[in-house]
């Protein structure tokens, strides 16, 4: 999925005295604390973090609480979607007007009518509100549907995406993988019915094996060419006998 994406970097994470007794502790509490936000540093909304303290030597500033320094070197998940980019969800609404989406269990996309393609028809099939292609059944969204969406803005504050369904590539991702899969399997099936038909061509097209002691006849009552291989050794020596009698 577009919009996810690894950070090596360098972090300097400020402790409470009250926290010298469990650094490890109090790091995970901090970053931990940044999971889920926008972070303008970072460029990016963090969703799960490793680190590792490079220097155990803590720099203590000055203050009315003594915080100290502790450096780190981590490893970051972050989320940051930009427009255009693919991104991935589960539907948990569908309207006449509009399709919600969950994006990684804690971003909101919400889809507006004008942002679905014309090839979606939306039905109220026995109470269930659903979109089908109208040219392909099977392609239905629905809630529980997992769906890939195009990204049109997204909102830092409130980790708020505005979708579209607008982009061919868009849509339930079963469908559209299943989609690629009958493809492959297609090309596949073309591919290795173009090479038996290659092998039988050559193989209808191998030299003839007669040699130059090669005599062609053709009898009176044959329906074709017949090839008669002879040694002419034995030829010219049965010729030498016939003459001395």
Not at 107 to 125: H, V
Not at 170 to 199: H, Y
């Amino acid at each position: 999925m577009e919009g996810l994406g690894i950070s090596d970097t360098n972090l300097k994470v400020f402790l409470h005295p009250s926290k010298s007794g469990d650094v490890n502790a109090a790091i995970h509490h901090e970053l931990s604390s940044m999971i889920f936000k926008f972070d303008d540093n970072l460029d990016g909304a963090l969703v799960a973090y490793k680190f590792d303290i490079s220097s155990k030597d803590a720099k203590i500033l000055n203050g009315v609480y003594p915080y100290f320094a502790v450096n780190l070197r981590a490893k970051l998940l972050l989320f940051s979607p930009k427009p255009n980019m693919l991104v991935e969800g589960k539907v948990v609404k569908v309207t006449r007007r509009s399709i919600s989406v969950i994006v990684l269990g804690f971003s909101c996309a919400f889809i507006k009518e004008e942002d679905i393609r014309e090839e979606f028809k939306y039905k109220n099939k026995r109470g269930k509100q659903v979109y089908i292609s109208r040219y392909q059944k099977r392609h239905v969204i629905k809630v529980g549907t997992m769906i890939r969406l195009s990204v049109n803005s997204f909102d830092v504050e409130t980790l708020h995406i505005n979708g579209s369904l607008r982009s061919a590539h868009t849509g339930s991702i079963r469908f559209l993988d299943k989609d690629k899969e009958d493809d492959a399997l297609t090309v596949r099936i073309f591919r290795s019915k173009r090479r038996r038909e290659n092998e039988g061509e050559s193989v209808m097209q191998e030299p003839c094996t007669t040699g130059p002691n090669t005599k062609i006849k053709e009898g009176p009552g044959s329906t074709g060419m017949e090839a008669i291989s002879f040694n002419s050794d034995q030829y010219i020596k049965k010729s030498k006998k016939h003459k001395t009698r």
